[in-house]
């Protein structure tokens, strides 16, 4: 089992940066393809990135393609989201997640939740 903790969320002006993390419990993280969500007031929760065990592959929504990063560091047990030239529609909570097996992009392939963090992009 895996706990997951995100952190960084806060209030910022659009164009601006931050970074989000993700800590989590167990020894077994390395072996998690790590995702992150997130999801606006009255939307569905939506696929951000994902990183897969090593580190070597990762993916993005189209959305966030070339403004965000996705790392993870394994021996630290943590992930992280590197989100620059933020925009005011990137309001939302943000959610790392741990993947249990099927569509990567899918919430329903990850098992494993952290209880969010709030990034919200004034305009």
């Known amino acids: 089992q895996v706990q997951l903790v995100e952190s960084g969320?806060?209030?910022?002006?659009?164009?601006?940066?931050?970074?989000l993390s993700c800590a989590a419990s167990g020894r077994t993280f390395s072996s998690y393809v790590?995702?992150?969500?997130?999801?606006a007031p009255g939307k569905e929760r939506e696929f951000v990135a994902c990183i897969y065990?090593?580190?070597?592959?990762?993916?993005?929504?189209?959305?966030?393609?070339g403004r965000f990063t996705i790392s993870r560091d394994n021996a630290k047990n943590t992930?992280?989201?590197q989100m620059?030239?933020?925009k005011p529609e990137d309001t939302a909570v943000y959610y790392c997640a741990a993947q249990n097996g099927g569509p990567i992009?899918?919430?329903?392939?990850?098992?494993?939740?952290g209880q969010g963090t709030q990034v919200t992009v004034s305009s």
């Open 9 to 19: 969320g806060t209030l910022v002006q659009a164009g601006g940066s931050l970074r």
């Open 34 to 39: 790590m995702g992150w969500f997130r999801q």
């Open 53 to 65: 065990r090593s580190g070597g592959r990762t993916y993005y929504a189209d959305s966030v393609k």
């Open 79 to 81: 992930v992280y989201l």
């Open 84 to 86: 620059n030239s933020l």
């Open 105 to 113: 992009t899918t919430p329903q392939s990850y098992a494993y939740w």
